[in-house]
């Protein structure tokens, strides 16, 4: 069934950080679209929407891919 | 030349690999954050033996690899990352090519900027003048109409889409779409509605019920997309050019230095100088590295570093700055930082560190169009149901829907903030105030701190002679003269201070002086008038002349050091006959620039790198009562960053290289256009006099063109805001659109001109234009 998650992600600062971070989710299997509210340096919103939930050791694994990204907190449904 | 060293491991034969291993600094470009630069990190690392570490201020990742991997197999790793990878021999020429691709951008804005505005204004005069009309004049419309429409506004379309990508909304897509809707309007209307018929003619009426697919709005599309051009095109040429404040800085490092080898002095380029190497400074000469003196005694110019106006005095074993002056003797120095090492290359990465720190501000335009867009699609949606629930064809439901689109796009908002900016920055410049970085007008919040460097700021940054004193039996008179003579031969400026002193109190020009003699910056000495004179520190006088210093002028002395002066002692026939206070002075207009600083609710803080004493000496005259001391360059940007974070918004003025860093930081940039061209290019105004009353002039007048600028957009977006119900209830004609245009544009032309009468403040006795 098709979830959708927002992520609460830190480090991200421009619109390279959100293609990164984009390119990297959509990398993970099952990942049909990944969207991000841009916050620069503080915590920004990453919703990703996928086949099945993803498990949070693989988000945070393509987050710390993409560069000094870190999952902030518990996600959202 | 790619630096390649092998490194320092001995290991043979149980690791080869590691003995051959190669070094590279690679220039890497396109990163925009800190994170960027982990990212490619990461990356290089994976690389099977290698290790990178990459500095996004310097922008270079310096990276061990072993034979097995090639310097271009790192640069395509860089490159697949999404950046760019070069080895510095290119360096140079990526320089170049980036002055080089940065004209061609503006020659290429400008070329579709002509192009558009020549075929925009036909179709603008057929469209509106009916007796212009001809047969068939929609047709030649359309032919003039589409270049504008598709390659004139390729770059709106363009980034349209690249941000649509990232699901973000900026004014280009305000603008994409409203040309988009307009361009393909028309067409529609051509080919498939009645617009198409050889005798039609713009309808004239105002509200013009049910007439869509019978007009045009060929000249919306043309208009707008010409108009906005015209506003980037302004933007480009008033764009400071990146980079310029790092250049400047690098610049000021010596270009050759004479290395002593084998007791013999050679002439190398200052890169080739190696730590450890002695080499020899002449007095005018800058310091090639940073070092410990050797051999000679001079005074050595450190306000690049510290702001003190007194040169230090050096001798064997103290530590000299690479880059600054030497102002006395010879000397010989011992290198101990050199290149990328040195305190002047730590300063540059201050700079660029403080630079790269300062997130992109997002442009006003682009925080309005973030919302605007989407309330804009909205309506036309609803609009679009809205009329097809009333009963409505498909056909004039989506005449309404996209007239609604079509009226959304102020034209005028690519104008609103660039004629602001060229008006404003054209009167600060009649004022002597440069504005080099009109973007940082956008975001100046209510600035309510103002830190002020001391020396060449608050003060002239010269000494002059401040006040002599004559032991009882001498005349003060006799004093100036006869110090002023032998200190005339000395470049000290101390000594230059004292004798300009000399003949100005004395109205008349000084004594030739004979045998003069400069003694390791100690002292003079010289005859005069038939005296034998010294002049100089009182420890000096003693130790080599055995004079004492009587009590009045110790005690006139101590009060001038306590008051962050330099004192010296004047000799002559046997005894210590007058002591010479001299102090960097301050400007005149200081004080008063203060007061005004302090009327607009500013709080005045002063931040130098020079002594306690000397600082609260000069805040005391100039009315400060925040002081901070005696900080390096380092700590200027910290002390900045410490009053952001306590919720401050803080302006800075200053004129030296070591404030080019804090200038970056600070929220909004004031330099000095007497000071040094590092802080002039690091900062966002530059006061050509170097004058403080031009301060509060200039914050003004940033003020008032920040608010011009919101007043043009509200306008811009408030006309077409108005026209947007005309719209929706199906009464657009393209009169409506063009009034809103012409409207709209006259409004912000006409409010950005009157920038032009700011005025400021006029001080009783100085006249300004």
Known sequence: MAANTIYAVTGMTCEHCVHAVSSELTRLGGVTGVTVELVPGGQSAVTVTSDEPLLTDDVSAALDEAGDYQLAGPEQR | ?769
Request: proline share 4%; aromatic share 4%.
């Open chain 2, 1 to 769: 030349m790619s630096q390649e060293s092998s490194p320092d491991s001995t290991v043979i034969g149980d690791r080869p690999e590691a003995a051959r291993a190669r070094s590279v600094e690679l220039a890497i470009g396109g990163m925009t954050c800190a994170s960027c630069a982990s990212r490619i990190e990461k990356k290089l690392n994976r690389v099977g033996g290698v290790t990178a570490v990459v500095n996004f201020a310097t922008e270079t990742a310096s990276v061990t690899y072993p034979p097995a991997v090639t310097a271009d197999d790192l640069i395509s790793v860089v490159e697949k990352t999404g950046y760019t990878a070069r080895v510095p021999a290119e360096r140079q020429a990526e320089v170049a090519e980036a002055a080089q691709a940065a004209q061609h951008e503006a020659d290429s804005l400008r070329i579709r900027l002509l192009v558009s505005l020549a075929l925009t204004i036909p179709v603008v005069l057929l469209a509106m003048i009916p007796a212009l009309q001809f047969r068939n004049w929609q047709w030649a419309s359309l032919t003039l109409a589409s270049p504008v429409a598709v390659w004139g506004a390729w770059p709106f379309h363009r980034a349209a889409v690249v941000n649509a990508r990232h699901s973000a909304v900026t004014m280009d897509t305000l603008v994409s779409v409203g040309v988009t809707a307009a361009y393909l309007w028309s067409v529609y209307a051509l080919f498939f509605g009645t617009a198409g018929d050889p005798g039609m003619r713009m309808s004239f009426a105002w509200l013009a019920a049910g007439s869509g697919s019978g007009n045009t709005y060929l000249e919306v599309a043309s208009g707008v997309t010409a108009l906005v051009l015209l506003g980037r095109y302004f933007e480009a040429r008033a764009k400071r050019r990146s980079g310029a404040a790092l250049r400047a800085l690098m610049a000021l490092g010596a270009k050759d230095v004479a290395v002593l080898r084998d007791g013999t002095e050679v002439r190398i380029p200052a890169e080739q100088l190696a730590a450890g190497e002695q080499f020899t400074v002449r007095p005018g000469e800058k310091i090639a590295a940073d070092g410990i003196v050797a051999d000679g005694r001079s005074a050595v110019d450190t306000s690049m570093l510290t702001g003190e106006p007194v040169p230090a005095e050096v001798g064997p074993g103290d530590a000299v700055t690479g880059g600054c002056i030497n102002a006395g003797g010879w000397l010989v120095v011992r290198a101990t930082r050199v290149g990328a090492n040195t305190q002047l290359a730590e300063m540059a990465r201050l700079v660029a560190g403080a630079q790269a720190g300062k997130a992109p501000v997002q442009r006003l335009a682009d925080r309005i169009s973030a919302v605007f867009v989407p309330s804009v699609i909205g309506m036309a949606l609803v609009t679009l149901t809205a009329w097809l629930a009333a009963g409505h064809s498909a056909g004039a439901a989506f005449t309404a829907a996209v007239a609604v689109l079509i009226i959304a796009c102020p034209c005028a908002m690519g104008l609103a903030t660039p004629t602001a900016i060229l008006v404003g920055t054209g009167r600060g410049a009649q004022l002597g105030i440069l504005i080099k970085g009109p973007e940082v007008l956008e975001s100046t919040k209510a600035i309510d701190t103002i830190v002020l460097d001391k020396t060449g700021t608050i003060t002239t940054g010269r000494m002059a002679l401040v006040n002599v004193t004559a032991a009882s039996g001498t005349h003060p008179d006799d004093v100036l003269r006869l110090a002023g003579a032998v200190e005339d031969f000395s470049e000290h400026p101390v000594a230059a201070a004292i004798a300009a002193g000399a003949r100005e109190r004395l109205g008349a020009a000084l004594p030739a002086a004979e045998e003069f003699a400069s003694h390791d910056g100690m002292g003079v000495s010289g005859i005069a008038d038939g005296h034998a004179i010294a002049v100089g520190r009182a420890a000096w006088l003693q130790r080599e002349l055995a004079l004492a210093v009587p009590a009045e002028l110790a005690v006139r002395a101590a009060a001038a050091e306590t008051a962050g002066q330099t004192a010296v002692f004047a000799a002559w026939d046997g005894q210590v006959r007058g002591v010479l206070a001299v102090a960097d002075t301050i400007k005149p207009t200081s004080p008063e620039a203060i007061t005004r600083l302090r009327r607009m609710g500013l709080r005045p803080v002063l931040l130098t790198g020079d002594n306690e004493r000397a600082a609260r000496a000069i805040a005391a005259q100039a009315g400060i009562d925040e002081v901070i001391a005696g900080v390096l360059p380092a700590a200027k940007v910290d002390a900045i960053k410490q009053l952001q974070d306590a919720g401050r918004v803080v302006a800075m003025a200053g004129d030296g290289v070591n404030d080019a860093a804090a200038l970056v930081q600070a929220d909004l940039g004031l330099a000095m256009g007497t000071g040094t061209d590092a802080a002039i290019e690091a900062s966002d105004l530059t006061l050509v006099r170097g004058d403080l009353l031009a301060v509060p002039d200039a914050i003004r007048l940033s003020r008032r063109t920040l608010a011009t600028i919101k007043g043009n957009l509200a306008w811009a977006f408030g006309y077409n805001t108005l026209a947007i119900p005309l719209a929706a209830l199906g009464f657009l004609s393209p009169l409506v659109g063009a009034a809103a245009m012409a409207f709209s544009s006259v409004f912000v032309v006409t409010n950005s001109l009157r920038l032009r009468r700011f005025r400021p403040e006029t001080l009783a006795s100085t006249r300004l234009p």
